[in-house]
């Protein structure tokens, strides 16, 4: 193969490349408006104050809301809920079943998991997904674990109709 060859089928390889990558979906903030939007719906109708926190793959923010009135505390938990779940990417109800077990009572399969630095053991943390490709995810808290997973699955389930 010739240089001029050879340089050739390097740029047609990279080309190939960079248009791979640019067919990955991101999860943009008009989506993730509409991910907190969905939530902050159904919080509304259930009287739950959320706090709203949704992230990019990379566990970077997108957007965080404070409804008015919800626990002010619970703002960084929603934010760890969504990094915790765009870092694994696995729902944050995982890892609570694996450090103290399904029934609450012990016995988890991992039961470290639970003190591990990034990762939250309550529920209301739940992975985006494009198809198998993780896009980010939200975090939501304010309320019991099993009421801060239902606002984000409500969240979820809208962000992946966009």
């Given at each position: 193969?010739?240089?001029?060859?050879?340089v050739?089928?390097?740029?047609?390889g990279i080309a190939?490349?960079?248009?791979?990558l640019?067919?990955?979906?991101?999860?943009?903030?008009?989506?993730?408006?509409?991910?907190a939007?969905?939530c902050?719906q159904?919080a509304?109708?259930k009287?739950w104050?959320?706090n709203?926190?949704?992230?990019d793959?990379g566990?970077?923010?997108?957007l965080f809301?404070?409804?008015?009135?919800?626990?002010l505390?619970s703002?960084?938990i929603?934010?760890?809920?969504?990094k915790?779940?765009?870092n694994?990417?696995?729902?944050?109800r995982?890892f609570?079943e694996?450090?103290?077990?399904?029934?609450h009572?012990g016995?988890g399969?991992?039961?470290g998991?639970?003190?591990?630095?990034g990762?939250l053991?309550?529920?209301?943390?739940l992975?985006?997904?494009v198809?198998?490709v993780?896009?980010?995810?939200?975090?939501v808290s304010?309320?019991?674990?099993?009421?801060?997973e239902?606002?984000a699955q409500?969240g979820?389930?809208?962000?992946?109709?966009?």
């Open positions: 193969m010739t240089c001029l060859g050879a050739a089928a390097m740029a047609a190939t490349s960079a248009t791979a640019e067919r990955l979906p991101v999860l943009s903030l008009d989506v993730a408006e509409k991910a939007s969905a902050r159904l509304v109708q009287a104050r959320m709203i926190a949704v992230v793959a566990a970077h923010p997108i809301q404070r409804m008015d009135a919800a626990f505390g703002g960084d929603a934010i760890s809920k969504a915790a779940s765009a694994t990417p696995f729902p944050t995982v609570e694996l450090s103290f077990g399904k029934d009572k016995g399969a991992m039961p998991l639970a003190l591990a630095p990762v053991s309550i529920p209301g943390g992975p985006i997904k198809g198998d993780l896009v980010g995810a939200i975090g304010g309320s019991m674990p099993d009421n801060d239902v606002c409500a979820s389930m809208r962000s992946r109709t966009c």
